[in-house]
């Protein structure tokens, strides 16, 4: 089955008690999927409805909460229906967004030293989680896990969990998605910026906490900034939103520092650029795209 | 005016009624966990519904008032003190500058509610003063009171709109902390990956809710629960009470692997890979959050009709609340 015709069944309504209407649009993780439930919340959010108070798009799902008092259930249903309608019906599928670097220093000393602590009941208790990851994929090395990491872009597929962390998904076909199971049990710790990986997911830990996610890497500049610091956060204190593509770029230890100087500055700005994505080219070509995308970015 | 946190307690954090609308970012409503408690604290001494006050768990603080203050305390049973001697729950209390408060035992419950006129004068972060610890955001510097902390009080006293409070509150207002309780949910979600035999045991058993319960969700001990044996979807993870990571609505219940069911509250995770198969209705939250561990718990399904009647029917209490605030 293809990624569209598994999209392209209808979405499952449901309800989440009195105050959020649950929107399955497909069971498996794709791209359509995922282009789906942000078209919709798109359009949802242009509505500008009365009563709405939450539109959560997911990586396969969108989650919507509501005020009962102010709409009624039977209306925001109906109301998402006819867009789930017009998002399936468009011939052209694109988006507005951007392209965004992140840099990771990967095989780091900070996830490599909390992922020893956690060694009993992992799957691989004598080694490090990029071997375990490498061997997953039968890969040869760990060095060639992280060159696959940051050789694709991936797509901001949803943001949560806790405050600002995005999931992202590798615009790469099926087959040669990156796929790592999590612990198997949770860690009750994980650095802030840890750079994870759960099933076909990559995450960026937004703050320090518990964690189930395979640890890579971490990301030298924060992702969310509740005292707004940082130009990037001026307008609001998460960075990512869903349908943001991200760049992964590995940086040793002497440019992870001086990233770290420019945060602690308050000088340190992501580079980004604007970008329309383009659904059907990404499914019908991925390598294609990827590569016409890193171009483009390279050349801003 | 201000209280010095001579002692903190356990978890003693600034709340109010929340910050909706930031959840598709992973910012949780958060607000106090037990509403309709806090909302008659802040009755009793004259506030408006949308004062912060001082959500405790277990084991209260001890403050000392550096101004005069009103103060009431709502939510679980538990013995008030000012200045080491016994006082009133559920009522206006009138502290002089340098007095003490304190607590004793609980008599049941979980959190219990500090209001005092003029409310808990924090930063508003995102259209509330709510504590969002995990996010270091809100509330008293993102965090639980220590000791030492100066936390201020807003001054109303000569302003306009300064209002006594509620005289006296109805028996039948004040909520009450059983040791079993019925919780309505709607199902829905992914029941439908539940066996038959699964959803009975859902519907039929006693819950018993376990110490592992914050503001994030509460677990409860019980019997298995049964999925279906499925292929798993493409990026779902292996384990049939997995799906492809999803948004979480608040007071949905998961049963990770089949065994003790989890209740989302009012600092939920926004979302996560384990299936729902049910959601508390939104008058029922309240009752979660007064449950001490150990209370045996039903879950009762109800239409979506009969969740938004019980919705009026605790709509039309606080009305009666609040329209009797002088």
């Not at chain 1, 001026?234 to 100087?261: A, L, N």
């Not at chain 2, 996560?272 to 150990?294: E, H, K, N, W």
Request: with cysteine; aromatic share 8%; glycine share 10%.
């Amino acid at each position: 089955m293809s990624m569209i015709d598994d999209a392209a069944r209808g979405a499952r309504y449901t309800w989440g008690g009195d105050e959020f209407l649950f929107i399955e649009i497909a069971e498996a993780m794709s791209l359509a999927a995922n282009f789906t439930s942000t078209a919709m919340a798109a359009r949802l959010t242009a509505d500008d409805l009365d009563g709405i108070i939450d539109i959560c798009p997911s990586n396969a799902s969108l989650l919507i909460r509501f005020d009962p008092d102010r709409i009624a259930p039977q209306d925001i249903e109906a109301r998402m229906r006819a867009i789930e309608v017009e998002v399936r019906n468009l011939s052209h599928p694109t988006r507005e967004t951007r392209v965004v670097e992140v840099p990771v220093w990967y095989d780091d000393p900070y996830t490599r030293e909390t992922g020893a602590r956690f060694r009993s009941g992992h799957q691989r208790p004598d080694g490090g989680d990029l071997d375990f990851a490498a061997e997953e994929n039968h890969l040869g090395s760990a060095a060639e896990f992280i060159r696959r990491h940051h050789g694709s872009l991936w797509l901001v597929s949803m943001v949560g969990f806790v405050a600002g962390l995005p999931f992202m998904f590798q615009i790469v076909p099926q087959e040669q998605q990156l796929e790592v199971p999590k612990y198997l049990t949770p860690r009750t710790d994980t650095p802030a910026l840890t750079v994870g990986h759960g099933g076909c997911f990559a995450c960026i830990y937004s703050v320090r906490g518990a964690g189930g996610y395979q640890m890579f890497g971490i990301a030298a500049a924060p992702i969310f900034d509740p005292a707004q610091s940082l130009p990037d956060f001026t307008q609001f204190m998460v960075f990512f939103r869903p349908g943001d593509i991200v760049k992964f770029r590995p940086v040793d230890e002497s440019e992870y520092r001086r990233i770290q100087e420019q945060v602690n500055d308050g000088t340190y700005r992501y580079r980004q650029a604007s970008v329309t994505f383009d659904l059907n080219r990404a499914l019908a070509d991925p390598h294609g795209y990827n590569t016409e995308i890193m171009e483009y970015f390279d050349g801003v | 005016m201000a209280f010095d946190v001579l002692e903190p307690g356990l978890a003693t954090t600034v709340q109010d009624r929340g910050r909706p609308g930031y959840y598709n970012v992973g910012i949780p409503q958060g607000g106090a966990m037990d509403m309709l408690s806090a909302e008659i604290a802040n009755a009793l001494v004259g506030n408006t519904p949308d004062e912060a006050i001082l959500e405790c768990t277990y084991l209260g603080p001890k403050l000392r008032a550096a101004d005069d203050a009103v103060v009431a305390i709502g939510g679980a049973p538990v013995e008030v003190m000012v200045n080491g001697d016994i006082r009133e729950q559920w009522t206006r209390l009138e502290l002089t500058a340098g007095d003490e408060l304190s607590f004793g035992r609980m008599k049941g419950g979980t959190r219990y509610y500090i209001a005092v006129r003029g409310g808990i004068d924090v930063p508003v972060v995102l259209g509330s003063r709510s504590t969002y610890a995990l996010g270091a955001m809100g509330g008293f510097e993102g965090r639980a009171l220590r000791a030492g902390d100066r936390v201020a009080v807003a001054d109303v006293r000569g302003s306009a709109n300064a209002r006594i409070g509620l005289p006296h509150l109805e028996p039948s207002l004040r909520p009450s902390f059983p040791h079993e309780i019925d919780v309505r949910v709607i199902l829905g979600l992914y029941d439908h990956r539940l066996t038959e035999a699964g959803m009975e045991t859902l519907l039929a058993s006693d819950w018993t809710l376990t110490p592992v319960a914050d503001r994030t969700g509460l677990r409860y001990s019980g019997p298995p629960v049964e999925w279906r044996p499925r292929t798993q979807p493409f990026g779902a993870g292996s384990d049939p009470s997995n799906i492809v990571d999803a948004g979480y609505p608040v007071g949905s219940i998961q049963i990770p692997g089949g065994k003790e069911p989890i209740i989302l509250h009012r600092d939920a995770v926004s979302g996560g890979g384990y299936a729902m198969v049910a959601t508390v209705i939104s008058a029922d939250m309240d009752l979660l959050a007064r449950s001490a561990p150990g209370t045996v718990t039903r879950f009762r399904a109800v239409t979506m009709d009969e969740a938004l009647a019980a919705r009026k029917e605790l709509a039309g209490l606080r009305s009666v609340l609040w329209g009797a605030v002088r």
